[in-house]
Structures are given as structure tokens and as C-alpha cells.
Antibody, heavy 121, light 110 residues
């Protein structure tokens, strides 16, 4: 069974940093793109970032470009999102998500349960 | 990249069919056959129900179907059931090599 387990969420002050991690199991991790998607409770989903299966290609939403580098460790089946220069508008539930194929064009087929990030003073 | 446009809400009675639209541009929905649909119950993570416009993942009921015409994709749910009541979101790949979601549609089963 495919499982994605996020960790690292919490309360952080504006301008601070946080590192999200996602432990993947139940599939050949390096064969699939991985993404982060966020959602403010009661609002729609917002794509944040995608990384290809091999880790060589990364893509970002304009709202996080230059602040949230995405990375993966295929030897440890782990996806990460380093969140820097956090703003109040980054407050959301962050989902780790598995891509349908190696590249991210086809979308997402499995989602984690999410981890909550709150940016507030 | 602007969000795809979906109706805020739709409703239907048990047994009926409903269709949810998802309108984008030639830079996203109209430019690729990489439209997917997700079902999300309150407090839960999204679940994939349609990918690549009209493909159903294993285990998803054949009551769910997808289509696309021009810049608008559609999700049809036939034989509505109480458990279909949820939020539905569309998503598309874009020419910017990014992904964009719709604002979501709340389905109410009357």
C-alpha cells in the first residue's frame, strides 16, 4: 500500500524557516515525480512545487519561487521542502503528493494526510 | 498562473447525474490532455478520481467520467449517491511547466 507521511509542520514567526519532510513507502520512490500542494482550510488547493523522479528537474509556483527549495533523497525515500522567509499567507495544510509518472505532467495520484504550517507572531 | 474556474456549488438528487465544469485557457486545459479531478471529503486528503482527462484509476467507480472540449474540462457523476457529497477540484498541467488547480466545487446530494 502506498503511504506518504508528512512531518515538520508547526508554528513559526514571519520571516522564519521550517523544513517539511515526507516519508514514502509502498512504491518505487525514484520512479515517480513528487509534489507539495497546500490548502488553506475552507479554500481551494494550491500547487507549490514538483520534483521529477530522478530529482534533476524542479518546478515552483511563483508565490514560493526562490523561498521554498524542494529536494528528494531516493536512497531514503524521502521528500523535503525547505520553507524560508515565511509569510502569513504561507499558512496552510501542506500535502505531500505522489506523481502519476516520472515526470509531473500527468498530475497526482496519492496524497498524504497533510501537515499544518502556521506563520504568525 | 490563474486558478481554473469551477462553479462554487452544484447539487442533485440521489440517482440523478450532475456535471461540474472546469474552465481554463489554451495554456493549460486547452493545451494538454493532463487534466485530473479530485474528490475531497471534509477534513480528509484529496482522492484522485480522474486523470488524463478521462481515465479512472483502479478502484474508482465507473459512475465518474471526465471529458474535455476546448478550454473546458468536465466531470460527470451519474447515479448520484449520498457518499458522493464532497468537494471536487480539477487540475491541469500548464505551458509554464507548473500545475494549476480550480477553486473547487461543493457537491450537495439533496
Amino acid at each position: 500500500e502506498v503511504q506518504l507521511l508528512e512531518s515538520g509542520g508547526g508554528l513559526v514567526q514571519p520571516g522564519g524557516s521550517l523544513r517539511l519532510s515526507c516519508a514514502a513507502s509502498g512504491f518505487t520512490f525514484s520512479n515517480y515525480a513528487m509534489s507539495w500542494v497546500r490548502q488553506v482550510p475552507g479554500k481551494g488547493l494550491e500547487w507549490v512545487s514538483t520534483i521529477s523522479g530522478g530529482g534533476g528537474s524542479t518546478y515552483y509556483a511563483e508565490s514560493v519561487k526562490g523561498r521554498f527549495p524542494i529536494s528528494r533523497d531516493n536512497s531514503k525515500n524521502t521528500l523535503s521542502l525547505q520553507m524560508n522567509s515565511l509569510r502569513a499567507e504561507d499558512t496552510a495544510i501542506y500535502y505531500c503528493a505522489k506523481g502519476i509518472r516520472f515526470w509531473g505532467q500527468n498530475g497526482i495520484d496519492v496524497w498524504g494526510l497533510g501537515t499544518t504550517v502556521t506563520v504568525s507572531s | 498562473q490563474s486558478a481554473l474556474t469551477q462553479p462554487a456549488s452544484v447539487s442533485g438528487s440521489p440517482g440523478q447525474s450532475i456535471t461540474i465544469s472546469c474552465t481554463g485557457t489554451s495554456s493549460d486545459v486547452g493545451g494538454f490532455n493532463f487534466v485530473s479531478w479530485y474528490q475531497q471529503h471534509p477534513g480528509k486528503a484529496p482522492k484522485l478520481i480522474i486523470y488524463d482527462v478521462n481515465n479512472r484509476p483502479s478502484g474508482v467507480s465507473n459512475r465518474f467520467s471526465g471529458s474535455k472540449s476546448g478550454n473546458t474540462a468536465s466531470l460527470t457523476i451519474s447515479g448520484l449517491q449520498a457518499e458522493d457529497e464532497a468537494d471536487y477540484s480539477c487540475s491541469s498541467y500548464t505551458t509554464s511547466r507548473s500545475r494549476v488547480f480550480g477553486g473547487g466545487t461543493r457537491l450537495t446530494v439533496l
